[in-house]
Each structure stands twice: as structure tokens, then as C-alpha cells.
């Protein structure tokens, strides 16, 4: 299985914006969260790369990755119909072939870097000539911004499983019934960590999906409407072939959350050349606060 193509999703109501903010990367220098993606995807020897955006957005997405333009596609999806139909508008980019999956709202930071991750995938999705979806061992209460998986340890691969079952955002409860895993301490389940290879068959999965009209085939409309993920998606693929999770140790950070741009801007920092600055600074503004007398309120 040769995997050369991407697709990063853009196209979110709410997150469109959010892959254009300017960071400072591990090595010092300022960049867009997308041109952060395209490079770690670069790293894993991708070779195009599919940005489905909002209509009118294509040339503001251009401009955020001035060092790979010429490995950029663009799709447009023009209703804000959901996760499931932005994958699916880079059905004609994908083909026939498998292709990495990364969002655009996350950035990737930690012991292995976004790269380092995304080979993993590639090369397991290689050798198992499969799916394989990147999964964090996750706290209950983060539950309801991740979909997430149930399966068993694969023999001889530490830290893969074989998915057995896939739900969207369960609550606590649900989890607890359908994706309890006994390697896993207590309230952490597997979730998704943003970041996927992905056979063909989830193009056509996606599409009978859409064609049908269907909210989900977990008969769990009430928590995403009538509109359909990704993990609705992968709930079929796993009763149709073989289908792995890889657990990951690197972290996630979601942009979109409260102060999630300043928090991924640390964690790069924190990883990158500049760590002992970084440190160096964080301790001075901590003295400073500490010095700040405490404000009294009047009587």
C-alpha cells in the first residue's frame, strides 16, 4: 500500500480561521498552524496534500504556506455540512488510494513530533495493509470533544489494538458500557488523537452514508443531528475489515478551546530550541505575579 497523498480538513464553521494564526515553531521560526501541519506531513514523505476550505478561502489558505504551495490541492466544500462531507469533497483527490488524515484545529506536540507520529501510521497502515487511527488515552470528562474506540491488544504490536467498535463524543456512562478497556486506568479511554490513515473504503463508506441520508449507525442522532462524522464512518469500516488504533504519546491541543492557541504556542516553545528561554522567561513572569500585592476588594 502506497501512501503519498493527505487530506486536512478546513472547512469548519467555527475553526476555519484557526489553521491561519501565526505561531513560532520548534525551531524558532514563525509560521501558520497550517504551514505547521503541511511540513510535519511532509516529514512522513507525503507528496500532495488536499485542504478542503470554506468557498473564497483558497487564496488565504495559499498564502499561509509559502514553502509547499506547489503540493497543494484545494476542494471546496460549499455548505457547512459536517466532518464527514469535508472528507468526502477530496473523494476525487483521494482516488483510489489510502491517505493521511490530519484536522486542522489541532496542533501535535510531544516527545514525538507530528511527523515522527505520522510515520507511525504510515508504516503500520503498510505493513497491516489497513486503517489505523492514532488514539490517546483520554480522561472521561474530555470525552465529549474526541470520538472514540473500543478493541483488543494486538499481539506482538505494543500499544495497537484491533477496533472493534467506534462511538462520537460518548458521555461518561456510554463509554463506560461500550469502550471500557482493561489496560487503561480507570475513567481514561481510547480517543481519537486527530490524526488518521485511511483506506479507500471510508470514501465509500462516507458516501453511502450521505447518499442515505443516514444521522448515524450508532442510532445516535440526538448527539451530532443529522449530520455525519468520521467515527460514524469508522463504526461500519470496523465491521467490514481490519481496522487498528495506534496509541500515541504525544499530545494534542485543541486551538479552538480557551486559551488553546496560547497553550499550544508553550508546548512548541517547551519542545523546540528555545526551551531553556522559554523556562527562563515563565519563571520571571511567575516572580513577578508573586510580587504583584493581592488586590483587595472595598468595603
Known amino acids: 500500500m502506497r501512501i503519498k497523498k493527505a487530506v486536512i480538513t478546513a472547512a469548519g464553521e467555527r475553526q476555519r480561521r484557526l489553521p491561519l494564526q501565526e505561531l513560532v515553531d520548534r525551531d524558532g521560526k514563525a509560521r501558520t498552524v497550517l504551514a505547521i501541519l503541511v511540513n510535519d506531513a511532509v516529514r512522513a514523505e ?21 514553502e509547499q504551495r506547489s503540493i497543494l490541492r484545494f476542494v471546496e466544500q460549499p455548505e457547512p455540512l459536517g466532518y464527514g462531507d469535508a472528507i468526502w469533497r477530496a473523494r476525487n483527490f483521494v ?82 458500557q461500550k469502550l471500557v478497556i482493561p489496560s487503561l486506568r480507570a475513567g481514561h479511554y481510547l ?25 448515524s449507525p450508532q442510532g445516535a442522532a ?40 496560547l497553550t499550544s504556542q508553550l508546548a512548541l516553545a517547551l519542545s523546540g530550541q528555545d526551551r531553556a528561554e522559554i523556562l527562563s522567561l515563565m519563571v520571571q513572569l511567575l516572580a513577578n505575579e508573586q510580587l504583584r500585592p493581592l488586590e483587595t476588594k472595598p468595603q
Open 46 to 66: 507525503i507528496e500532495e496534500i488536499c485542504i478542503v476550505v470554506r468557498p473564497g478561502d483558497e487564496s488565504d489558505y495559499l498564502e499561509a504556506v509559502p
Open 95 to 176: 482516488g483510489g488510494d489510502a491517505f493521511l488524515h490530519l484536522v486542522s484545529d489541532h496542533l501535535f506536540v510531544g516527545c514525538e513530533s507530528a511527523g515522527d507520529t505520522a510515520t507511525a501510521l504510515l508504516r503500520l497502515a503498510t505493513a497491516e495493509e489497513c486503517c489505523v487511527s492514532a488514539v490517546r488515552p483520554t480522561h472521561e470528562s474530555l470525552l465529549r470533544a474526541f470520538g472514540a474506540v473500543s478493541g483488543q491488544p494486538v499481539s506482538g504490536y505494543p500499544g495497537v489494538y484491533r477496533v472493534q467498535s467506534v462511538l462520537e463524543k460518548p458521555t461518561p456512562t456510554l463509554a463506560e
Open 191 to 215: 480517543a481519537f488523537f486527530g490524526m488518521h490513515l485511511l483506506t479507500p473504503l471510508v470514501m465509500e463508506i462516507l458516501d453511502e452514508l450521505l447518499r442515505s441520508g443516514a444521522t
Open 222 to 261: 440526538s448527539a451530532h443531528g443529522s449530520r455525519v462524522t468520521l467515527s460514524d464512518a469508522l463504526a461500519v469500516l470496523a465491521r467490514r475489515e481490519k481496522y487498528l488504533a495506534l496509541e500515541v504519546h504525544a499530545e494534542r491541543f485543541d486551538l479552538g478551546s480557551t486559551y488553546g492557541l
